[in-house]
């Protein structure tokens, strides 16, 4: 089972990067997927999630509006495009996939915003 981000990166205030999850290992499309992300001295935080279809999508407040999750089933992986990025943006994004008693997670891929 894995899940492997990719997609991270330094860039500017105001810009735009797309990060992916791929998934192997396992049915993809039964779990819901969610993109977590953590910054130095600060606790992990959920920032979106999508359901195992793709219909529902619920994001936290301070990325509405500029973070849009997405899935493609068919490729067994996961996105977050990630426009208007801040400064505060900063963080390690991790990939999370559930579904009843099975929890996976990514490693992690390293974004940075700054100028």
């Known amino acids: 089972v894995q899940l492997v981000e990719s997609g991270g990166g330094l860039v500017q205030p105001g810009g735009s990067l797309r990060l992916s999850c791929a998934a192997s290992g396992f049915t993809f499309s039964r779990f819901d997927m969610s993109w977590y992300r953590q910054a130095p001295g600060k606790e992990r935080e959920l920032v979106a999630t999508?359901?195992?279809?793709?219909?529902?999508?619920n994001y936290v407040d301070s990325v509405k509006g500029r973070f849009t999750i997405s899935r493609d089933n068919a490729k067994n992986t996961g996105y977050l495009q990630m426009n208007s990025l801040k400064p505060e943006d900063t963080a390690v994004y991790y990939c999370?996939?559930?579904?009843?008693?099975?929890?996976?997670w990514g490693q992690g891929t390293q974004v940075t915003v700054s100028s």
């Open positions: 999370n996939a559930i579904w009843e008693r099975f929890d996976y």
């Open positions: 999508i359901s195992r279809a793709g219909v529902s999508t």
